[in-house]
């Protein structure tokens, strides 16, 4: 059964501030790893998918790797501001994650980030 | 564009009411059709899936059930609620396993009090 531990679970910085938010998974046998962002009492949003021949994804600010054979994953988020204070939750996808979508969820980090 | 719209947004019952929740998805079809349980400090949890209408699969013995009456609309529902079944509660969907991005609706908080 895949486990996914996330860390910090929780991290406050200055605006400005380039982060690192780490993901690492128990199975590397993935087909794809997800990354999402939840504001607090919402849904989650959807960020970053990384197919599993992928290294790495981009969006904006936001930068994802992934490294299958040491089951980990990063998201990068440069020159941090306000409105990224929000919990960030990495999904990996496979066969031993649950249901249809195979994802299995990490615990989420939750990040601050003062103005 | 691809939406999803779950309701009610929040939900006060008593215990050993009904539930329902419903989920609906537009712009696609033939979307596979997910409910999660988010409970306070932990992570979130997979109760039914469907890859298609009247097909559902549960991941968890619990006291809910899930129906898929049509392509784009996923009913949860409980005959008796219990307190444990409070939490917060997400619609998601996604064209596909293991590829395809999935998607989450707004989320339903339910306490059962």
């Known amino acids: 059964k895949q486990e996914v531990t996330q860390i910090p679970a929780a991290l406050s910085v200055p605006e400005g501030e380039n982060l690192v938010l780490n993901c690492s998974f128990t199975?590397?046998?993935?087909?794809?790893l997800q990354w999402f962002r939840q504001d607090p009492g919402k849904g989650l949003t959807s960020l970053l998918l990384?197919?599993?021949?992928?290294r790495e994804q981009t969006s904006g600010r936001l930068n994802a790797s992934l490294d299958k054979s040491s089951g980990r994953s990063t998201l990068y988020i440069a020159a941090s501001q306000p409105g990224d204070s929000a919990t960030y939750l990495c999904?990996?996808?496979?066969?031993?994650?649950?249901?249809?979508?195979?994802?299995?969820f990490g615990k989420g980090t939750h990040l601050i980030i003062q103005p | 564009s691809q939406t999803i719209h779950q309701w009610p947004a929040t939900l006060v019952q008593p215990v050993g009411s009904p539930l329902s929740l419903e989920c609906t998805v537009e712009?696609?079809?033939?979307?596979?059709l997910y409910w999660y349980r988010q409970a306070a400090g932990r992570g979130l949890q997979l109760l039914f899936y469907?890859?298609?209408?009247?097909?559902i699969s549960s991941e968890v013995p619990q006291n809910l059930s899930a129906s898929r009456p049509q392509d784009r609309q996923f009913i949860l529902s409980s005959k008796k609620l219990l307190l444990s079944d409070s939490g917060f509660y997400l619609c998601?969907?996604?064209?596909?396993?293991?590829?395809?991005?999935?998607?989450f609706g707004e989320g339903s908080r339910l306490t059962v009090l």
């Open positions: 999904a990996p996808g496979g066969d031993s994650g649950g249901g249809a979508d195979g994802l299995t």
């Open positions: 990384i197919q599993s021949s992928q």
């Open positions: 712009g696609t079809s033939n979307p596979n």
């Open positions: 199975d590397s046998a993935i087909y794809n």
């Open positions: 469907s890859v298609g209408i009247g097909q």
């Open positions: 998601a969907w996604n064209l596909g396993p293991n590829t395809g991005e999935l998607f």
